[in-house]
């Protein structure tokens, strides 16, 4: 879908001229490689709240303050839809369908499987799949590192964490791929669903069969307000875990090595001194935020000049929030020595994405494997990012070399 293909709708009485400000979240032409940049950079003049005409009408939110106040307000702001433009029977995802308390049941049954010491504990295996996967490529020169490394390492862990076969990696990557690609295609994107769930059906199945201290197992079993999930509440929260799983931190490692491929002086800075990798994925993590979040408007609200009408949607743009010049000092620069800080990349308050302690850990320990063998490294010189835009923002493809010793 092209800008000018996007459905356009005048903009309701109530939204007032200068607020209006067109932009197109999955096919704006003024997006480019540097995918967060050219978001900052393309909508500089807009208002902090302000309504596009195109993909029939919608509110978009970019300052911090904004939106940690909507993300924070589910009285008026739900998640029970999260598709722009609305559609006539909207997927259904456990948790993030669910406006608190509602969810909160399903949070609590997942983070003893994703807190800060079950993940210490599984940093070992994260760490083999990081060394497995650099070493396949160290002695080349050369890779596509999204192709070669940060498609298959995250993918790689969750399968793990949940249980999956890990002979059939390439098969669960491509379909998470073809899923979020379809993002504004209902037709397909139901057509991958029921692959999807059939796949997390079948692994149901097994782990009944053939428990174990995997996740699966651990959600067959696990007590909820004094229940077990049925099964079609594990199908659902497993749904949502296998696509974060697969593609988010794919796409933050992605955009975080384009930026690095990019900083000799910073290259140089974390192969002499390890320590600095943890600062370096914290803010990797504040500028390349990949997810948007939608809400729907539940009841009128209006903040500052904004009229918010029930039964209108909107999409909160996290990565503008994590570089809101009011909120952070040079908010676009790549900056080593910033002080860590509170941003919106993994959300905030009852939806505050539950793997980003993992997210974390996996972005460090691949850094730290990475720039242990290969200290210096620099983009393809001509060659092209591929990247998508839309609720998910990823980068595709991209060609790093290095020198090779001796």
């Given at each position: 879908m092209t800008a000018a293909a996007a459905p356009v709708a005048a903009p309701p009485p109530h939204v007032p001229a200068h607020l209006v400000f067109d932009f197109?979240?999955?096919?704006?032409?003024?997006?480019?490689?540097?995918?967060?940049?050219?978001?900052?950079?393309?909508?500089?003049?807009?208002?902090?709240?302000?309504?596009?005409?195109?993909n029939g009408g919608h509110w978009i939110v970019k300052s911090f303050d904004a939106i940690a106040r909507i993300v924070l307000d589910p009285e008026h702001f739900s998640v029970r839809e999260m598709q722009i433009p609305r559609v006539e029977n909207p997927p259904f995802f456990i948790p993030l369908s669910l406006d608190p308390p509602e969810n909160l049941p399903y949070r609590k049954a997942m983070?003893?499987?994703?807190?800060?010491?079950a993940i210490k504990a599984l940093e070992?295996?994260?760490?083999?799949?990081?060394?497995?996967?650099?070493?396949?490529?160290a002695a080349n020169g050369a890779c596509d590192f999204q192709a070669d490394v940060s498609k298959l390492f995250p993918v790689s862990v969750f399968?793990?964490?949940?249980?999956?076969?890990?002979?059939?990696?390439?098969?669960?990557?491509?379909?998470?791929?073809q899923f979020f690609?379809?993002?504004?295609?209902?037709?397909?994107?139901?057509?991958?669903?029921?692959?999807?769930?059939?796949?997390?059906?079948?692994?149901?199945?097994?782990?009944?069969?053939a428990p174990d201290d995997k996740l699966m197992s651990h959600f067959i079993g696990v007590d909820i307000g004094g229940?077990?999930?049925?099964?079609?509440?594990?199908?659902?929260?497993?749904?949502?875990l296998f696509l974060g799983g697969m593609d988010t931190v794919t796409n933050v490692t992605g955009f975080a090595f384009q930026q690095l491929a990019q900083m000799p002086e910073v290259q140089a800075r974390l192969a002499a001194d390890p320590s600095l990798i943890p600062a370096f994925a914290d803010e990797a993590v504040r500028l390349y935020g990949v997810v948007n979040t939608p809400?729907?408007?539940?009841?009128?609200?209006?903040?500052?000049?904004?009229q918010f009408r029930a039964g209108e949607m909107l999409l909160?743009?996290?990565?503008l929030g994590s570089r809101d010049p009011a909120k952070f000092e040079r908010p676009n620069l790549f900056d080593l020595d910033r002080k860590k800080t509170a941003h919106l990349t993994f959300s905030s308050g009852p939806h505050l994405c539950v793997g980003h302690v993992l997210g974390r850990a996996e972005l460090r320990i691949l850094t730290e494997e990475w720039i242990r063998r290969i200290p210096s490294f620099r983009a393809v010189s001509g060659e092209r990012h591929a990247f998508r835009i839309g609720t998910v923002m990823a980068l595709e493809t991209l060609p790093l070399e290095w020198p090779i010793a001796g």
């Open positions: 197109d979240i999955y096919a704006d032409p003024r997006i480019g490689e540097d995918v967060q940049g050219s978001y900052a950079a393309a909508l500089e003049a807009a208002p902090d709240i302000f309504w596009t005409r195109l983070m003893p499987m994703f807190g800060p010491n070992p295996r994260i760490r083999e799949w990081a060394v497995e996967l650099v070493d396949a490529v399968m793990e964490l949940m249980g999956m076969d890990l002979s059939r990696l390439q098969d669960f990557r491509h379909l998470a791929e690609s379809a993002q504004n295609d209902e037709a397909e994107m139901g057509r991958l669903s029921a692959l999807i769930l059939g796949e997390m059906k079948a692994l149901i199945e097994a782990k009944k069969a229940r077990t999930m049925s099964d079609d509440e594990i199908l659902a929260m497993s749904f949502v809400r729907l408007v539940v009841q009128d609200q209006v903040i500052g000049d904004a909160n743009i996290l990565c």
